[in-house]
């Protein structure tokens, strides 16, 4: 048998110093979590601000691109209304070029009597203000539109709605001149359509031929609207050619 031959006292003294080391134990390594918890804590926060650093010079670089892009987007959008309304400015073509297309595919034998030049309405003289006024209201709250626009839609609405027609009068003793000269004008760039309104005999006894051609012309540069059967087809044609 083990005898014990140590006082009561002693084993208590014992029992307390295996008690204090077993808190200090405790103790330590509570204080040793808790600080590789602050420090790396710490670490974490210094590495998020390290890489807040870095994204905050990256968005004031992209809000500064951004402003620029949007400096840019509405310096386009003002060229394109000026480009629009000077392209709409070349409108109606000059008299002078239709003028040269219409009389200078002339032949012999023809004799002009009258050239006559004026606008057609398309639609009805209101339909367009009545549009106009229609629409009005609903861009009350809109933006304010810049000067070229303004000038723009104004030249629509007084424009838009008109065809430009060429009437040529006169006689002839030459037939066959006078469809070559028909013929050339169908050819002319300007022209979309060209007809022969009138075609007869001035007196049984004379084989003087009154005629009256009557030429319809294309839509000036940036002109809206249908487009006419020929400049349509022109237009398909050139998109397959594209393809």
């Known amino acids: 048998m083990d005898i014990d031959f140590l006082p009561e006292k002693f084993r208590e003294r014992c ?5 204090r080391l077993w808190r200090v134990g405790v103790t330590l390594l509570f204080v040793g979590i808790v600080g590789g918890s602050a420090s790396l804590q710490r670490w974490l926060r210094q590495d998020a601000q390290r890489q807040l650093d870095g994204l905050a010079s990256t968005h004031v670089t992209a809000l500064k691109i951004n402003r620029q892009l949007a400096s840019l987007y509405d310096r386009i959008d003002r060229e394109k209304r000026q480009a629009a309304l000077l392209t709409y400015l ?9 003028l040269n297309q219409a009389l200078s595919p002339l032949e012999r034998g ?4 009258s050239l006559r030049l004026y606008a057609q309405h398309t639609a ?3 339909a367009q203000q009545r549009g106009a006024t229609a629409v009005a209201p609903q861009n009350k709250n809109s933006e304010r539109r810049s000067g070229a626009e303004q000038d723009l839609k104004t030249l629509r609405a007084r424009y838009d709605g008109r065809r430009y027609v060429v009437e040529i009068s006169g006689v002839t003793r030459d037939l066959d001149a006078f469809h070559r000269y ?14 022969i309104a009138r075609l007869e005999t001035a007196s049984p006894s004379d084989r003087q031929v ?3 051609i009557r030429i319809e012309i294309l839509p000036g540069p940036g002109q809206t609207g249908n487009l006419p059967p020929r400049q349509a087809r022109l237009r398909e044609e050139q998109a397959r050619w594209q393809r």
Not at 15 to 19: F, K, L, P, S
Request: hydrophobic share 40%.
């Open 210 to 212: 009154e005629f009256l």
């Open 90 to 98: 070349r409108h109606p073509w000059p008299t002078t070029q239709l």
């Open 15 to 19: 029992h307390v110093r295996y008690q």
């Open 182 to 195: 028909v013929g050339k004008l169908a050819l002319m760039p300007l022209f979309e359509h060209v007809e």
């Open 124 to 126: 009805p003289p209101g």
């Open 110 to 113: 023809l004799t002009i009597g």
